[in-house]
């Protein structure tokens, strides 16, 4: 009978300031984003954070402040609509890694 593995995550990384870079880890916890200003979630390169190929990072805005996701060259993001913003309060999303700088963005996603 094969062997199933069960991974628990432990709790979320709870951010509540204005900007938040992802770090290793996050990809366990997941991160929740809680501020009444507009907040910067950065998605660091391959060099500066090795998050492993595949690796999925939930996310969530928990506040009146807009979550936009920022990252620069050599990182890329596909999402549906070029969207990085999560659309309001509540809003869910997952980050999924796919290669060494390229990840996928979906969820609850706006313009």
Not at 13 to 23: M, P, V
Not at 95 to 105: G, H, R
């Amino acid at each position: 009978m094969p062997t199933i593995k069960v991974t628990s995550l432990s709790a979320p990384n709870t951010q509540t300031g204005t900007s938040y870079t992802l770090s290793i880890g996050d990809e366990v916890a997941g991160v929740t984003l809680n501020n009444a200003s507009s907040i910067t979630l950065t998605l660091p390169s391959n060099a500066s954070v090795a998050f492993p190929i595949g690796s999925q990072i939930l996310f969530a805005q928990l506040g009146a402040g807009q979550v936009t996701v920022a990252y620069s060259s050599p990182v890329t993001v596909v999402s549906e609509g070029s969207h990085v913003k999560l659309r309001t309060a509540g809003s869910p999303a997952t980050l999924w890694k796919t290669a060494t700088d390229a990840w996928v963005l979906m969820g609850d996603l706006t313009a």
